[in-house]
Nanobody, 120 residues
Framework: QVQLVESGGGLVQAGDSLRLSCVAS????????MAWFRQASGKEREFVGA??????TSNADSVKGRFTISRDNANTVSLQMNSLKPEDTAVYYC???????????????WGQGTQVTVSS
């Protein structure tokens, strides 16, 4: 059974840093694109960033220069979030899919999400 499990969320103040981790199990994800999405209360889920099997990363404009995606191994991905802002408050989801896309429909596997709350 394939599972993606996120961890590392919490309550922080504006300007603080937080590191999220996603551990995948049930198969090898070395050839998959691993991505992070987020969904704020009352809003649609949005793309945050992704990392390809080659190690190439892409980030949404809203987080460029502040968030960094890294791949620790074939089945573990991290999201380092610096200079957090209140507008970063959301549930953050890890996802895996066969191709790079900013569209959530192209991702096959999803985690349950982890809450990140940034106070002003």
């Amino acid at each position: 059974q394939v599972q993606l499990v996120e961890s590392g969320g919490g309550l922080v103040q504006a300007g603080d840093s937080l590191r999220l981790s996603c551990v995948a199990s049930g198969r090898t994800f070395s050839a998959y694109v691993m991505a992070w999405f987020r969904q704020a209360s009352g809003k649609e889920r949005e793309f945050v960033g992704a990392i390809r099997w080659s190690g190439t990363t892409s980030n949404a404009d809203s987080v460029k220069g502040r968030f960094t995606i890294s791949r620790d191994n074939a089945n573990t991905v991290s999201l380092q979030m610096n200079s957090l802002k209140p507008e970063d408050t959301a549930v953050y989801y890890c996802a895996a899919g066969p191709i790079y896309s900013q569209n959530q429909r192209h991702y096959t596997y999803w985690g349950q999400g982890t809450q990140v709350t940034v106070s002003s």
